[in-house]
């Protein structure tokens, strides 16, 4: 074999070469007539040259489609069946005040999981009412402040929140907290698969599984209901279920909703009370590599509709409104990073002649850009795999594997694992790397004291910073000597 061999065996890596407009890149990224890459009509070297990289790049009109599209598609479904539908933005995938506005304004309410998110949503001017508070374990001063800001629910995690929230509610002797039970279903999804079990090992929420050895006791879900109802301090609002994330087969989601119905209709029996609202979280998988096929917002949205229908008609319950929590799904095809390319080097991969074998010819050609696990920690973290193009110019070198790599100091610190590039990519050249908009900044860390990029708007030809870079001033203004 010939050093210039390509690898022995074909790598899981997305084709390139010719820039197909699409998934996984936002609607709004075209190749200009030069070859460099545009986003809603600004091209990314000028963007480059005026806001540096690396740089969040957010194609304002590809996420508010995105956000219409859910509502759209859960409304008209969920009408169909005869059930109220509300969305709420998941902040946690990547929430600033411009983009809490820009999904209020599509009609969508907002997710928050910390006092931070909440900061934000209301920094945003989104009323309280619009808002929902998460976290598993959420401080007192988180819990009073959602309840001065009026929101309109807070999911509860734990038996001992319940308690919390009412003492909280007390102290303020105003109107009853808004609540919603979280429940584990024993439903977990993403990707293709979905498992169920009885049991759960992780910290959220409250089982709906029974104890074997204690037939005669309640579930945790169960108990926490019945605890939320004995509070004159709390209003049950809901049972929240969120099974996962980045899921393509809608059918965790029905067997989780079903389950949820199955509760919500065996309090109603014992109780009287029929919990008015139902979450269904979120957890919508997209398209991260070409040819990759994201959740249709219209088919998943009728599919639950139906089943959700079909389970309450079993259960002779009407239905409850239903709500849902897409964050990835709104904010992540929206979003690029982009990258100069610094140093490009040629890595045989394998390992060398000796026992008989031939020596390897398999070369990885490792291109470092410069940002890396600190701007995108989700392939060191999940193994996530990312697209990444030539940005700059089109060139017609034949296609090298690379791997793009960030400037932190691990060999972990993997961008793409294996993308083909052109053969002649160089130092100065910008690459592009396709939806990254959800769990990017909202995950970006200082590892190496490394600033974290800005995130820059483009709309209709105009670019807008929404969250400028951080200097190396911001770092040291927190070390105090
Ligand atoms: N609702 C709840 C209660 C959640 O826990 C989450 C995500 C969402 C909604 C939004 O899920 P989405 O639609 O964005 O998938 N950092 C990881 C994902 C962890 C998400 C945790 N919860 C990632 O980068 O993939």
Redesign the pocket.
């Known amino acids: 074999m010939s050093a210039s061999a390509g690898p022995t065996t074909p790598p899981a890596f997305s084709p390139t070469g010719t820039f197909v407009p699409g998934e996984p890149w936002s609607s709004g990224v075209r190749r200009g007539p030069d070859g460099a890459l545009t986003v809603a009509g600004v091209d990314v070297r000028e963007l480059a040259a005026a806001q540096g990289t690396p740089a969040y790049v957010l194609d304002e009109a590809d996420l508010r489609e995105r956000a219409r599209s859910y509502r759209r598609a859960f409304e008209a479904a969920f009408a169909e069946v005869g059930a109220g539908v509300d969305v709420?933005y998941?902040g946690?995938?990547f929430l600033s005040v411009a983009v809490a506005r820009w999904v209020r304004a599509e009609g969508l309410r907002v997710?928050t999981?910390t006092g931070g998110e909440l900061a934000v949503a209301l920094r945003a001017d989104v009323p309280g009412e619009h808002i929902g508070l998460?976290g598993n374990n959420k401080s007192d001063a988180e819990i009073v402040r959602a309840l001065e800001a009026g929101v309109g629910r807070i999911?509860v995690d734990s038996l001992a929140e319940v308690e919390r929230v009412a003492a909280a509610s007390r102290a303020r002797g105003g109107v009853p907290a808004p609540v919603m039970i979280?429940v584990t279903t024993g439903v977990h999804a993403g990707g293709h698969e979905y498992i169920s079990t009885a049991h759960e090992d992780q910290k959220?929420g409250l089982s709906l599984a029974t104890a074997p050895d204690a037939q005669a006791e309640d579930s945790p879900a169960m108990t926490a209901l019945l605890a939320v109802l004995a509070h004159p301090e709390l209003e049950l609002l809901g049972i929240?279920s969120?099974i996962?994330?980045?899921?393509l087969d809608p059918s965790g989601f029905e067997v989780a909703a079903r389950k949820v119905l199955e509760l919500r209709a065996a309090l109603a029996e014992r109780t009287g009370f029929l919990v008015p609202e139902v979450d269904l979280?979120?957890?919508?998988?997209i398209a991260y590599l070409p040819g990759e096929v994201a959740l249709d917002p219209d088919r998943i949205a009728k599919d639950v509709a139906a089943s959700v229908a079909a389970s309450s008609a079993d259960l002779g319950t009407p239905l409850p409104r239903f709500s849902i929590?897409?964050?990835?799904?709104?904010v992540?095809p929206a979003g690029l990073t982009l990258y100069t390319v610094g140093t490009v080097k040629p890595v045989r991969v394998g390992g060398a002649a000796g026992d008989g074998e031939a020596e390897s010819t398999t070369v990885r050609t490792y291109v470092s850009i410069d940002g890396g696990m600190s701007d995108n920690?989700?392939p060191a973290?999940?193994g996530?795999n990312y697209h990444a193009e030539l940005a700059n110019r089109l060139s017609d070198a034949a296609p090298v594997l690379a791997r793009v790599v960030g400037k932190h100091c691990e060999s972990g610190d993997i961008v793409v694992h294996d993308v083909l590039l052109p053969g002649d990519v160089r130092a100065g050249d910008l690459l592009a790397v396709a939806a990254t908009g959800?769990?990017g900044r909202?995950?970006a860390s200082n590892y190496n004291h490394v600033p974290r990029p800005p995130v820059v708007a483009v709309t209709d030809g105009g670019t807008r910073v929404l969250i400028r870079r951080e200097t190396e001033d911001d770092l040291l203004a927190l070390d105090l000597g």
């Open positions: 709420y998941a946690k995938a997710d999981a998460h999911i979280r959220f929240h969120h996962g994330s980045q899921i979280g979120g957890g919508y998988g929590e897409p964050g990835r799904a709104i992540g920690i989700r973290l999940y996530a959800a769990y909202s995950m």
